[in-house]
């Protein structure tokens, strides 16, 4: 398959179709699930999807290493281009590493003011056109409904949008009346796309949870592949 | 004599530049008395630390050369090879590497694991040299030393655990709680000499405990005796050290120490680590090839009553003559007696047999295995190994890089040509990494080296220490030319010039090759090309891809395939045949639409956060891939990819761009295809300098 079919034939279509378009620059999407369910390979799944497209994308981590990440990237993309029997898939993936940066914060407690600091650094100093910023990891139960404000402000002022992996705890699995698990409710006004994933037997669903104005709370006829940790149409 | 080699330690101190090693190991050589006065590296006296023999390394404030020195600890025999830590150097690191049973890796307090202290972890594992952490520079602001242990663990993946606390850190950094001995130590004394031992302070205790218990976790894996002890409650020290020692020396296990050199804490300790824990010679397993025997290898035995075995190491040219630094493996080397370097087949007799500390020597008459001494007036290559009859093993090869960089030079007078003639010689022996030629084209006199900083420390050592007055064109990158299409061959050579002329004919195709640089595969069906032509079209193809047309430099990833041919039963000859292969390469390689390759640099910069959007600037410019950034508090690191013919002169850029805040190590990664509009630029000027020589 070439790279343009690739594109157009991705489940990620049906993503955007499901969410009027796709989450649209200067907006707020977040996927929120327990620990170990598939956060970031949804996360790492969109990005290469963005990436094949020729578009810039930033992966920002909260771990102790980058090398992590990038296998992550690595290993997805080498099951897209198994999968679809990508032509040229080494030229292709050499362009891609071009246009993405894994930006790493090894310290806890990152202000949402040092983490616009770094993004702008890289993005206006560097001339790093993203269109794209992944931020993987943040903590939402400690941080507060205004970071989040700041951060939409800033991803309207570059024209990129945002994906946020968020952990529901295992301790706290309430949902509030739009059925937002309660440690997300309180950031539901920055926040245009919500998806959550529950593990079912032999895959993972995707429930859209929030789109833009609605709160359709309804399955996406995607999954998120146990094996592969791609999201597929279900078979 | 036994217990003598047992006595011994031969040890290395490597870190990431200015952690503070040659500092560390100026406050060893003062405990240990070899010196009388402290002197600080760029230090105010003007004197520079002892290590730093070249004038050149005190005034850059950096450690060159690793020049070796024999000190004394109590009734441990120490020799340290003070090793460079900057990665264009790293031949040197990997020479000392060879010749040494154990190490000392330094970090600092502040920094932690840097991108030099990884190349430095890949190197100490490629020559399975256990090791001992030491945490420097407690004193300073920000210092953490239970982070740094963390990242060694983490980075490194090394099973690191703390043997001290500090007490205090930052400027209140007074003293260390062992946690072998649980005890306080302080340093008291002008230089900290005197080592006042006391309880644990009362508010540690409990933490102290804490850190015990998971050092004792640690060592029970090494020792079923300490394991039964520990449940019992009933510990003893010997015991303790003991399985510290087993998990260090098979490399499981890695203590780490901690203290400030620079304010004289903490060094009487790591050394009281380094007798305890790292291995002496007999310890230390080392293989030779029997020269007579295929090179099958051989185990060599730190055994004074053996045939002797020696690697030299490294040379260096003193006030004196040459010195050639060696250690010896096996048996006892004595004065007057004579060796046989194994390499150039030579027997020598041994002159002046010395031990060295730093510029001080001190003449000895027998050296035995476990040594690390230095001959003089013996000519040889470093490398070279020297055994005693009937002896003949060649140390295994070392390691050696391709260079990435060269440089035309030239003499600016007749006296220096003679003198920069001299330093060559000279320095590509001392060097591996350092290369020489004369290209026959321009006839200019070209050096080749792992990077522009080396290549500055030999121009400069040539203006130092040999009065060679040289100009230098501009770096010159080591470019590669490649194909990247398939396409197919037929050519016939034919000459007729009276008398027996020259007839060849080979077809068949080249094609790209993923791995390696050149293949020759041979299809002839039918010996329609008899097989004895066969290795002169492989000699033809070769000479081709020599020397590429599109900007003259080598083509790699070739293979090259023939499948028909044609020859005359008189006029066919060898000759014929190369003729023809090269004829047709030539022919054909236009059609494979060549590429330019160049080499790619693995880039990491280090700085203060606030700089890093002068960092992603500067990498920007640089046609750079930025490939990820990590901040740690106020410190981030930049990785990038980064085309080595952009790299020249960043080192001052980056001063500048970050009040000498930052600083970046670079190593060679890959070769890359160089994009179009650098691929006309340099197509342009060699067609340009094509006109000029002609």
């Known amino acids: ?235 | 004599m036994d217990e003598r080699i047992k006595n011994m330690r031969n040890i290395g101190i490597s870190a990431h530049i200015d952690s503070g090693k040659t500092t560390l190991t100026e406050r060893i050589l003062f405990y240990c008395q070899r010196i009388h006065a402290i002197h600080e590296v760029r230090g105010k006296d003007g004197v520079g630390a002892t290590m730093d023999s070249m004038e050149l390394e005190r005034e850059r404030g950096i450690t060159i050369q690793s020049a070796s020195t024999n000190v004394t600890w109590k009734d441990t025999v120490i020799n340290i090879i003070d090793t460079p830590g900057h990665v264009d150097f790293t031949i040197e690191v990997e020479r000392a590497l060879r010749v040494l049973d154990g190490a000392v890796l330094v970090l600092d307090s502040v920094g932690g694991v840097q991108s030099q202290t990884l190349t430095v972890d890949r190197q100490l594992s490629r020559y399975s040299v256990p090791f001992i952490a030491y945490v420097n520079k407690c004193d300073r602001t920000g210092a953490n030393p239970v982070r740094v242990r963390d990242q060694v663990a983490e980075k490194l993946g090394h099973n690191a655990v703390l043997m001290q606390l500090p007490i205090g850190l930052e400027d209140k950094f007074r003293g260390i709680v062992d946690l072998v001995a649980m005890k306080a130590y302080y340093y008291d004394g002008d230089y900290g000499e005197t080592i006042r031992v006391e309880e644990i302070p009362a508010d540690m205790k409990e933490m102290a405990d804490g850190y015990r218990e998971k050092l004792l976790d640690a060592a029970t894996m090494f020792s079923d005796e300490l394991a039964e002890a520990y449940l019992e409650g009933d510990v003893d020290e010997d015991m303790l050290v003991a399985a510290i020692r087993k998990g260090t020396i098979s490399r499981k296990l890695v203590p780490v120490y901690l203290g400030s050199a620079y304010k004289n804490k903490g060094v009487q300790t790591l050394l009281d680590g380094v007798v305890r824990y790292l291995p002496h010679p007999i310890e230390t397993p080392y293989t030779a090839l029997d020269l007579d025997n295929e090179e099958a290898p051989v185990a060599l035995k730190a055994d004074t009553t053996l045939p002797a075995v020696a690697l030299a190491f490294k040379l260096e040219e003193g006030q004196y003559g040459q010195l050639t630094y060696m250690r010896i493996y096996q048996g006892t080397i004595k004065k007057g007696m004579d060796i046989y370097n194994t390499r150039s087949r030579k027997k020598q007799k041994v002159g002046r047999l010395i031990r060295m500390h730093a510029d001080a020597m001190e003449d000895i008459t027998e050296a035995t295995a476990g040594d690390i001494i230095a001959f003089f007036g013996i000519d040889c290559a470093s490398g070279d190994t020297f055994v005693a009859p009937p002896l003949n093993y060649s140390m295994t090869s070392m390691y050696v890089p391709n260079p990435v960089i060269s440089l035309a030079i030239k003499a600016k007078d007749k006296a220096s040509e003679d003198n920069m003639g001299k330093a060559l010689n000279r320095f590509t022996k001392e060097d591996p990494t350092f290369r020489c030629f004369v290209d026959p084209e321009s006839n200019e006199t070209i050096i080749q080296g792992m990077g522009e900083l080396h290549l500055d420390v030999y121009i400069e050592r040539m203006r130092r220490e040999y009065r060679a007055e040289v100009q230098t064109g501009m770096p010159q990158v080591a470019y590669r030319e490649a194909i990247s299409e398939r396409a197919e061959f037929d050519y016939t050579h034919k000459k007729q010039t009276g008398g027996s002329g020259q007839y060849g004919r080979v077809a068949g195709y080249v094609e790209p090759l993923e791995e390696g640089d050149y293949e020759f595969v041979d299809s002839i069906k039918g010996g329609v090309i008899p097989n004895d032509y066969i290795p002169s079209c492989d000699k033809g193809f070769r000479t081709a891809v020599q020397k590429g047309t599109v900007i003259g430099f080598p083509i790699v990833g070739v293979r090259v395939v023939i499948n028909d041919g044609a020859t005359h039963p008189v006029d066919s000859s060898d000759m014929a045949f190369q003729s023809a292969a090269l004829g047709a390469f030539r022919g054909v390689y236009p059609k494979c639409k060549p590429i330019i390759l160049e080499p790619i640099m693995k880039v990491s910069v280090e700085g203060p956060t606030e700089f890093q959007g002068n960092i992603f600037g500067s990498l920007n410019q640089r046609r750079g891939i930025i490939l990820a950034s990590t901040q740690d508090g106020n410190f981030s690191v930049v990785e990038a990819e980064v085309p080595l013919s952009e790299m020249f002169g960043y080192s001052t850029v980056l001063r500048s761009l970050t009040e000498g805040k930052a600083e970046f190590t670079m190593e060679f990664l890959k070769y890359g295809k160089v994009p179009q509009s650098v691929a006309d630029e340099l197509i342009k000027k060699y067609q340009e300098s094509k006109k000029e020589n002609k």
């Not at chain 1, 343009?4 to 993503?15: A, F, H, K, N, V």
């Not at chain 1, 981590?61 to 080494?90: G, P, Q, V």
């Not at chain 1, 920055?190 to 359709?216: C, F, G, N, R």
Request: aromatic letters at 6%; a negative charge; charged letters at 25%.
């Open chain 1, 1 to 235: 398959m070439v790279k343009s079919e690739l594109i157009r034939r991705s489940p990620l279509r049906i993503l955007e179709q499901s969410i009027h378009g796709g989450l649209g620059s200067g907006n707020i999407g977040v996927i929120a699930s327990r620990k170990g369910v598939g956060k970031t390979a949804c996360l790492v799944h969109i990005a290469t999807d963005k990436l094949l497209q020729g578009k810039h994308v930033i992966h920002v981590s909260f771990s102790s290493r980058t090398d992590h990440i990038m296998s992550w990237y690595e290993d997805i993309y080498r099951e897209i281009a198994a999968k679809r029997e990508l032509e040229e898939s080494t030229e292709i993936h050499d362009e891609l590493v071009k246009h993405r940066v894994v930006m790493n914060f090894s310290q806890v407690g990152v202000s949402a003011e040092q983490l616009i600091g770094s993004l702008r650094a890289l993005i206006v100093d560097g001339k790093f056109g993203a269109e794209l910023i992944m931020v993987d990891g943040y903590d939402f139960t400690k941080g507060d409904p205004a970071s989040l404000v700041t951060i939409k402000k800033f991803a309207s002022e570059i024209g990129a949008s945002v994906w946020f992996s968020a952990t529901v705890h295992r301790e706290q699995p309430e949902v509030d009346d739009n059925k937002v698990p309660v440690a997300l409710s309180r950031y539901m006004d920055s926040v245009s796309v919500l998806i959550t994933l529950a593990p079912e037997e032999d895959h993972v669903s995707l429930k859209l949870v929030k789109d833009h104005d609605q709160y359709p709370q309804e399955n996406l006829s995607l999954v998120l592949d146990s094996r592969t940790l791609l999201i597929v149409e279900p078979s």
